[in-house]
């Protein structure tokens, strides 16, 4: 087994990683880390989300910038301003005992005024949204003229944006001689491109991302009709006491209607999308880990950055065009060895994607059935019961209540009182109709293959209403301030406004 004192970190930054609890590097982190410790090398990684591409290109990063040196040496771009900061908070950690190493993240919507100010002081490694750093660099707040370390991370994802002319234009402004490390889940032809014309004979590193991603992560996937999507979702939370997870949906509106559906069944549920202000998103994110809310409704774009060990389920409210697009959005849960299931949710008329994803991805697919309002109660009763038996009572009851109420007891059998207090919960649970959500029926003719057919309906089809989780309004996710004020400005684009390959409404 390969450890990290093997790679040739510093002593620091192993210091670091014992405290941290990171005994074996990933395979991206072990092929990496040496290469990029060596000397002057570029380099393509390509490994899928989840895989520890931070760390694998992170750690030699920070060995290698000297401290000494007033000018910055490194920058990352990344894609969205949620990538871009859960970058800068692992460097904070991960440089806790080198000598003073400045790091400061620059994305749009945020005030650009308090970036200049933060970048007046030396910043030795600048973690940027394309949009916002190429702002900076016109008011002559950033120079890359001394540039040593260029890292794209989630290169693929920035060209699919519509970020290619503002990477030619960064590129610019950066010396020939700099180290270019590129990291990747695909090489499309564009990532060819780009490599052909600014990287000089990289060394290609390329793990086994499909074993690496998908081998804690159960597969599923359930037939239901579009207008009952949203009902069939809540069985699934019901049914599996404790989920925490994410759910994906194609458009922002999708995302915000299905939001707002589940906070009115008293769901702890918020919405992440690109309409959302910076104030709004961040406020989101701090009580998805605070476990204010524990599910989390979310676009692809929106969603990037997100870094959650815990996450328990990953739903595909709808399936996404791109199969790389699948294995990121599962790549969310089965993390940190634990184990994940990833659901999506199909029309019959898409089932034939299934057996595609099967065959392009190396991984299987259970079919899985749709919740019953019974087994929904059954669940809740069993967990009911053995928080019944675990509870203690020494002392917490007044013997002389005690015994009236036994009294008052008295005539029933066991089997009576214990029939009478689960008429009791079941009431309580308030699960409304047992109507099956499955839909086995077969493909229609003519059936849009792509999308399956049908308008989207967020009316959750029946089932009535939803026993309280608590929360009540409080579980918006802040009021009206989580809901998405209006557009977001040309700084804030880097969120996920621009694409080349998706529609304007889909982040």
């Given at each position: 087994?390969?450890?990290?004192?093997?790679?040739?970190?510093?002593?620091?930054?192993?210091?670091?990683?014992?405290?941290?609890?990171?005994?074996?590097?990933?395979?991206?982190?072990?092929?990496?880390?040496?290469?990029?410790?060596?000397?002057?090398?570029?380099?393509?990684?390509?490994?899928?989300?989840?895989?520890?591409?931070?760390?694998?290109?992170?750690?030699?990063?920070?060995?290698?910038?000297?401290?000494?040196?007033?000018?910055?040496?490194?920058?990352?771009?990344?894609?969205?301003?949620?990538?871009?900061?859960?970058?800068?908070?692992?460097?904070?950690?991960?440089?806790?005992?080198?000598?003073?190493?400045?790091?400061?993240?620059?994305?749009?919507?945020?005030?650009?005024?308090?970036?200049?100010?933060?970048?007046?002081?030396?910043?030795?490694?600048?973690?940027?949204?394309?949009?916002?750093?190429?702002?900076?660099?016109?008011?002559?707040?950033?120079?890359?003229?001394?540039?040593?370390?260029?890292?794209?991370?989630?290169?693929?994802?920035?060209?699919?944006?519509?970020?290619?002319?503002?990477?030619?234009?960064?590129?610019?402004?950066?010396?020939?001689?700099?180290q270019t490390w590129l990291f990747s889940a695909t090489m499309a032809a564009p990532i060819k491109k780009i490599v052909r014309k600014y990287m000089d004979n990289p060394v290609e590193v390329k793990v086994n991302s499909k074993n690496e991603v998908n081998v804690d992560i159960e597969h599923q996937f359930t037939t239901v009709r579009q207008r009952d999507k949203a009902e069939a979702l809540t069985r699934?939370?019901?049914?599996?006491?404790?989920?925490?997870?994410?759910?994906?949906?194609?458009?922002?509106?999708?995302?915000?209607?299905?939001?707002?559906?589940?906070?009115r069944k008293n769901y702890k549920a918020d919405a992440l999308h690109g309409d959302l202000s910076q104030f709004q998103r961040d406020r989101v994110m701090k009580r998805f880990k605070a476990n204010d809310i524990n599910v989390l409704i979310a676009t692809d774009v929106a969603a990037r950055g997100i870094d959650?060990?815990?996450?328990?389920?990953?739903?595909?409210?709808?399936?996404?065009?791109?199969?790389?697009?699948?294995?990121?959005?599962?790549?969310?849960?089965?993390?940190?060895?634990?184990?994940?299931i990833s659901i999506s949710f199909l029309n019959v008329s898409e089932t034939y994607r299934i057996k595609r994803l099967e065959r392009e991805l190396g991984i299987r697919f259970n079919k899985v059935s749709i919740p019953s309002t019974a087994d929904i109660a059954e669940s809740r009763l069993e967990g009911w019961c053995i928080d019944t038996l675990q509870q203690k009572t020494n002392g917490r009851v007044d013997e002389e209540l005690l015994e009236k109420i036994s009294l008052i007891f008295g005539n029933l059998s066991k089997e009576e009182l214990i029939a009478k207090?689960?008429?009791?919960?079941?009431?309580?649970?308030?699960?409304?109709?047992?109507?099956?959500?499955?839909?086995?029926?077969?493909?229609?003719?003519?059936?849009?293959?792509?999308?399956?057919?049908?308008?989207?309906?967020?009316?959750?089809?029946?089932?009535?209403?939803?026993?309280?989780?608590?929360?009540?309004?409080?579980?918006?996710?802040?009021g009206r301030d989580s809901r998405g004020g209006g557009r977001d400005s040309r700084d804030s684009r880097d969120g996920g406004r621009r694409s080349s390959s998706y529609n304007r409404n889909r982040y």
């Open positions: 087994m390969v450890t990290f004192e093997e790679l040739g970190l510093s002593d620091q930054i192993l210091k670091v990683l014992s405290e941290l609890g990171f005994e074996k590097p990933t395979e991206i982190q072990e092929r990496a880390i040496p290469e990029l410790m060596s000397g002057d090398v570029d380099m393509i990684g390509l490994a899928q989300t989840g895989t520890g591409k931070t760390a694998a290109f992170g750690l030699p990063l920070l060995d290698r910038i000297d401290p000494k040196e007033k000018f910055t040496q490194g920058l990352i771009l990344a894609p969205t301003r949620e990538l871009g900061k859960q970058i800068a908070e692992q460097l904070a950690i991960f440089s806790k005992y080198l000598e003073r190493v400045n790091v400061l993240a620059v994305y749009g919507g945020a005030p650009i005024h308090l970036q200049i100010k933060d970048l007046r002081r030396t910043q030795h490694v600048i973690i940027a949204t394309p949009g916002r750093l190429i702002d900076l660099i016109k008011r002559k707040a950033v120079h890359l003229d001394q540039l040593k370390f260029l890292i794209l991370d989630e290169a693929d994802e920035m060209l699919n944006m519509g970020f290619k002319d503002e990477l030619d234009k960064i590129l610019s402004y950066t010396p020939e001689d700099k699934f939370l019901d049914i599996h006491s404790g989920t925490r997870g994410v759910v994906f949906c194609r458009t922002k509106r999708d995302t915000q209607n299905l939001a707002e559906v589940l906070v959650v060990s815990d996450l328990s389920h990953v739903f595909h409210y709808d399936l996404p065009d791109d199969n790389a697009y699948y294995t990121h959005r599962s790549g969310r849960t089965g993390r940190a060895g634990k184990k994940g207090v689960v008429v009791s919960e079941l009431e309580k649970l308030d699960l409304g109709g047992n109507r099956d959500l499955n839909d086995n029926s077969p493909p229609r003719r003519g059936a849009d293959r792509r999308h399956g057919g049908g308008r989207r309906d967020y009316r959750g089809g029946g089932g009535g209403r939803r026993f309280s989780r608590g929360g009540g309004r409080d579980s918006r996710g802040g």
